[in-house]
């Protein structure tokens, strides 16, 4: 699997090409610049450990930076997939029991193996990136073909601002399990 693209430079996202967003730009273009940034920023947190590793937890909590990782993955795939274009989930989604446990995604990642993980990863960033090219023309105040929560459709802004939110929550969750692990730090 090749690293995702960057939305702004078409370059692949990996821990060394990680760019900064513009100070400046349209709209679309410094939403999913910073999109990109936080996409790439918990990759990055997650890059050179092992499985053991990307399993392990901080403190009393469930999560791990190989349930992030697969998390997003889901993430990804229910706003841009699901809600935006209104698409069925793919697999291993389609098939999960959420009633059993709806953290199946941060469980499940235990028994992934972290080439797995950053597959399943790349690949949905990939796939919303393709949604995203292919909608981008019709503007970002456009609706999700699917509701939200709330039982309304979201704009497709809404969506890049709400995914913009989770990386970022999750990016400082994903800082402070890799500071535990290898006390690396910074961003």
Request: aromatic share 6%.
């Amino acid at each position: 699997m090749s690293d995702p693209p960057d939305s702004v430079t078409g370059m692949p996202i990996t821990p060394t090409s990680r760019v900064q967003p513009p100070a400046t730009g349209d709209e679309a273009t410094l939403l999913r610049a910073f999109l990109d940034y936080y996409r790439a920023t918990l990759r990055l947190k997650a890059e050179g450990l092992d499985g053991e590793a990307l399993t392990r937890r901080l403190g009393p909590s469930d999560l791990t930076l190989g349930g992030l990782l697969k998390h997003m993955a889901l993430v990804e795939q229910n706003w841009f997939r699901h809600r935006l274009i209104a698409a069925d989930h793919t697999e291993p989604w389609r098939s999960v029991d959420w009633e059993a446990d709806r953290d199946w995604e941060l469980h499940s990642a235990a028994h992934d193996s972290p080439e797995e993980l950053f597959a399943l990863f790349d690949a949905a960033v990939a796939d919303s990136e393709a949604i995203l090219e292919g909608v981008l023309s019709g503007g970002l105040d456009q609706s999700a073909r699917r509701t939200s929560h709330d039982g309304e459709p979201a704009s497709l802004r809404w969506i890049l601002i709400h995914m913009i939110e989770e990386y970022a929550r999750h990016c400082g969750h994903a800082d402070l399990i890799r500071e535990s692990i290898d006390g690396q730090t910074g961003d």
